[in-house]
């Protein structure tokens, strides 16, 4: 392997720990409910299907606070964990699918109510040299039917 092989290799290796930085940022907000930090991990004209279509940031942040936000409030509490990471590197692009599984509570005791299986089929830009979703799809539930 030559040094250009090996640069290459590091650079993916180096772009693949801040995309799963950039995942574990997204459901740290998410969790707490920070609508405006999550809406910066998109990109300007990024999309996003969560429950809707949602095109460019400032749509996807009015997904988070007039949709997502209102879903459960004062119902239940939900905590989001995305688990078994397959990325794909290709300079400043990337692939990407998660399992997430939402921990659904109830909102006055805390006891667990049920477990929510999805999945989150991801595109990544990397733009002024920080990761970003440029396309987040989260399908629920998943896996689905078989065929």
Not at 74 to 84: E, L, P, Y
Not at 93 to 102: D, R, S, T, V
């Amino acid at each position: 392997m030559d040094l250009d092989q090996i640069e290459r290799r590091l650079r993916a290796v180096e772009a693949t720990q801040e995309i799963l930085n950039l995942h574990n940022e997204y459901l740290f907000h998410l969790n707490q409910k920070q609508w405006r930090a999550m809406a910066d991990c998109f990109t300007e004209d990024a999309v996003a299907y969560i429950h809707e279509k949602r095109v460019g940031r400032e749509d996807i942040f009015r997904l988070f606070t007039d949709v997502i936000a209102r879903l459960n409030a004062g119902k239940s509490r939900d905590i989001h964990f995305a688990v078994q990471p397959v990325i794909q590197v290709d300079g400043d692009q990337a692939k990407g699918h998660w399992l997430i599984y939402i921990f659904i509570s109830d909102a006055e005791t805390g006891n667990a109510k049920r477990w929510i299986p999805g999945r989150y089929d991801c595109e990544y830009a990397r733009v002024e040299g920080k990761w970003k979703f440029s396309s987040l799809t989260y399908s629920s539930p998943w896996p689905g039917e078989e065929n």
